[in-house]
């Protein structure tokens, strides 16, 4: 059973960066796709960001392309999403999953089969 555990969110001002970070474990993570995404309260989880288990393919939505970046490390088990210049609406729960089928860069929430628990960002304007 994989484990995904989120750390990094936190209060910034906007124009401001975080760094989140998922740490897995239980499973092989060097197999998975990884996925980050996002919910704010009173609307649906939205995708942000994928990686293949390579870490060669990436894609991300357009509301996050270029200011977010993820990126994974397979030898420390974990997928970071780097996000700079930060606006109010990126305010949400942001949430690691991981896709079993590693050579798939999904969008769906729905193909995804283990999430951790999310870490909160919140955008001061």
């Known amino acids: 059973q994989v484990q995904l555990v989120e750390s990094g969110g936190g209060l910034v001002q906007a124009g401001g960066s975080l760094r989140l970070s998922c740490v897995a474990s239980?499973?092989?993570?060097?197999?998975?796709?990884m996925g980050w995404f996002r919910q704010a309260p009173g609307k649906e989880r939205e995708f942000v960001a994928t990686i293949n288990r390579g870490g060669l393919r990436r894609y991300s939505s357009d509301s996050v392309k270029g200011r977010f970046t993820i990126s994974r490390n397979n030898a420390k088990n974990t997928v970071y999403l780097q996000m700079n210049d930060l606006k109010p609406e990126d305010t949400a729960i942001y949430y690691c999953?991981?896709?079993?089928?590693?050579?798939?860069?999904?969008?769906?929430?729905?193909?995804?089969?283990?999430w951790g628990q999310g870490t909160q960002v919140t955008v001061s304007s």
């Open positions: 239980g499973g092989t993570f060097d197999y998975d796709a």
């Open positions: 999953a991981a896709d079993q089928f590693p050579g798939r860069l999904a969008v769906q929430s729905s193909l995804y089969h283990y």
